[in-house]
């Protein structure tokens, strides 16, 4: 399997409000930039999407690492959240539709494609794939 390192981030001015995600893509020596953003979202939803919209440009099953800022997305993976989503019908633990739903379970698409490590990141910390991911997801937050 290719072996892929993928940084996202998603940024919010409000939430909700406009909002901008973006991710780094490395696969040997090339490197991907990729950005977008919603005119009325939330912090969430730009992080799920950077995800999704990285996973998406995978043309064939990979081993991927994830590095993430969002404690949201990787304590899904880690805990396992979206097993018991499914199995309860997308309600959480508080008897509650699970928010976000259509991107979680576009999400778990490529989850299940993809050999999957998540790594959660420290935000603002330093990280210069992190910084970078966060300095496109603010910039592509429409104005």
Known sequence: MREVTIY???ACSGNPGPGGWAAVLMFEEHLKEISGGDKVTTN???ELQAVIE???LLKYPCKVKVHSDSAYIINCFKSRWYVNWEKNGWVNSKKEPVANKEQWEELLRHFRTHKIEWIKVKGHAGNK???RCDEL???AVPR
């Open 8 to 10: 996202t981030d998603g």
């Open 44 to 46: 969430n939803q730009m």
């Open 54 to 56: 990285a996973l998406r």
């Open 129 to 131: 794939w992190n910084e």
């Open 137 to 139: 997801a603010r910039a």
